[in-house]
């Protein structure tokens, strides 16, 4: 049994990867916002005790310090898995509440393990296919991508607006990580995962419409009728996926200090809204009749992927899109769709 801290654990992705931490016989203290986030939790976990699950309360990431104390337990930590951060576009200030949390939350975390927690070996951070990608290419149908890619995004084109804010806050926060690991030689290894959107089922004791993570968003939309016409195609993948390869990329040592671009692949709006009309009868009236239109890949052209890494590493048994779609849709439905 491994001791680990698990960051942001009333997210989208971090519930996801409680739930595969436990099942894999671990133990997990998660860093929630709130007591009554911790409470939640541990009602939905009810008959594990409080060496399989404990909490720690930190208020805001992107203050100093803000986990001086939330690394330090009895037993000790021997991983840590970061997912805390911000991906919303709902912003004021892209440097107060995109780009501070991310990255002073990234490096905090760091320096907070080095100095209090030295058992810990292994660290996983929740990097994203925003610090992949670059952005000023387009559809760029020419390029494959890979972990070998970074965002070249500077700090003047992170303020133009709130997609670019996003984009640079995933990207200087991993740079910084790699950085803080070159130049003060810690204990411990470093493992980023870089997913894109993240469709999958939600965690139903956290999560409503209203506090949906964004990436489902654009499923709820389509059930819902709105018009994603103009919507480009992209890469997706299932949370209980990403979450697993999180756990593996803990557990298997050939992960330590590397990155990984984790996705299945493609989707096209017209193919979610297909798999809603073919599974779910009664959203067909809902849907918008523009959502199933086209073929997006050949009017956009796209990039391509490499995951030959992911694959040969960690070796996900990729959910399908299909499934992905139904089960989220399935658990939308549960919280009032």
Known sequence: MTRVLLTGGSGFIAAHILNFLLQHGHSVVTTVRSQEKADRIAAAYNGIDRERLDFAIVEDIAQEQAFETAVVSDPPFEVVIHTASPFHFNIADVQRDLLDPSIIGTTGILE????HATTVKRVVITSSFASIVNGSKGFWPEHTYSEADWNPITKEEASQNAVNGYRASKTFAEKAAWNFIEQQQPNFTLTTMCPPLVFGPIVHYLNSLDALNTSNQRIRDIVQGKDQENLPPGL????RDLALGHVLAMEKEAAANKRFFFTPGHFSTAELAEIVRKNFPEF??????????????????????????????????????????????????????
């Open 112 to 115: 907070s393990i080095k100095k």
């Open 236 to 239: 997706w993948v299932d949370v």
């Open 284 to 337: 067909k009236d809902k849907l918008h009749p523009k959502s199933n239109a086209g073929d997006a890949y050949t009017k956009y052209g796209f990039y391509k992927i490499n995951i030959d890494r992911t694959n040969r590493i960690l070796g996900i048994p990729w959910t399908s899109l299909e499934n992905s779609v139904i089960d989220t849709v399935e658990s939308l439905k549960a919280v009032g769709l």
